[in-house]
């Protein structure tokens, strides 16, 4: 039987290793160069087209760390273990800790227990709310609510062993050799930027690549996971009443492509229905599933999407609607 009829075809399962390396080694690559670039700029319009595009470079790491999340950009679990590893530290994060809390939104998506619920289990009362809602993350407003899904959850509990005394050790080295390969990579980029760590130059560090993981870098996430996952019509879907939780292929304009997506992660419904395939494999799976799918499943571009809330929200307040607060947050 095919995709389409419930029952997916094996060929889906098929791994490429050629378009897993040039995904992985890509993205690093150019991630490099810009930050070499920033380690000489020496004008505001450098500063400023580097700041955005080393943001834009880091949200562009996810998707093949995703794919690595999955087990799925590799045929083996080692290469996706290694890759997935590198790429998580260039992103200041536990490989671990993003694998499980991304597992835990699959398993709990559309329910406010979803660790990425804060992106898109909401519901605005006006286009300022809106703005408040998509911006926020560049003042920094959700930081203190993505860390412990980056950083600190606890990593690889499960493969612990039982014994208290061994657990407790094991732990310790665990935990140590996570965030030993996060400061190594760390390093390395500080130690690049820094043209060898010139105390004059220590400055560009946190410039040029903190500040962009930490405001534009999340900005991306939030808007790109709400897109593909928000209510654009309340008449359609609403959260908050529980009707048609929605994960939404974006076609993707080329430029939308560049920024806001990567390794075919826009065809972002057939992954949900079938978390496994890898992303290579996507837009194959897309045309078997095209027959399945109805209007909210797709939008031609991310803009589309954008405009279509804007819509259908008032400038103003109107009655207020019963909401509830969610806590919990992921990418």
């Not at 804007?310 to 009655?319: G, I, K, T, V």
Request: charged fraction near 15%.
């Amino acid at each position: 039987m095919t995709a389409g009829q419930g029952r997916l075809d094996r060929k889906f399962l098929v791994h490429s290793r050629t378009w897993g390396y040039a995904q992985v080694v890509g993205s690093i690559a150019v991630l490099v160069v810009l930050v070499a670039l920033a380690g000489v700029a020496s004008t505001v319009p450098q500063y400023v087209i580097l700041y955005f595009s080393i943001g834009c470079a880091q949200h562009k790491l996810f998707f093949p760390a995703h794919d690595c999340m999955h087990y799925s950009l590799f045929p083996t679990r080692a290469e996706n273990r290694v890759c997935g590893i590198v790429l998580a530290a260039l992103m200041g994060s536990s490989f671990d800790a993003m694998r499980e809390q991304h597992l835990d939104h699959h398993r709990d998506f559309g329910k406010p227990t979803d660790p990425g619920a804060s992106d898109y289990f909401v519901r605005f009362r006006s286009r300022l709310e809106f703005l408040a809602f998509l911006c926020g993350p560049l003042a920094g407003s959700i930081l203190l609510r993505k860390l412990p899904s980056y950083m600190l959850r606890s990593p690889g509990v499960q493969a612990m062993p039982a014994s208290g005394r061994a657990k407790g050790i094991h732990g310790v080295r665990r935990v140590a050799q996570i965030y030993g390969v996060i400061a190594i990579v760390q390093l390395c980029l500080c130690g690049l930027i820094t043209r060898g760590f010139v105390p004059h130059e220590l400055w560009r560090y946190p410039c040029f690549y903190a500040l962009p993981m930490v405001t534009l870098f999340l900005f991306l996430i939030r808007l790109r996971m709400f897109l593909e996952h928000g209510a654009l019509d309340y008449t359609v879907s609403d959260y908050f009443e529980q009707k048609r939780p929605t994960t939404r292929t974006i076609y993707a304009s080329r430029l939308e492509q560049l920024v806001l997506c990567g390794s075919n992660f826009n065809f972002h419904h057939e992954h949900h229905r079938y978390p496994g395939v890898p992303g290579w494999q996507l837009p194959s799976l897309h045309q078997e599933l095209a027959p399945t799918l109805d209007a909210e499943d797709t939008r031609q571009t991310y803009a589309q999407a954008l405009a279509e809330i804007w819509r259908n929200l008032p400038w103003r307040q109107r009655a207020r609607p019963p909401n509830v607060e969610v806590t919990s947050a992921s990418a």
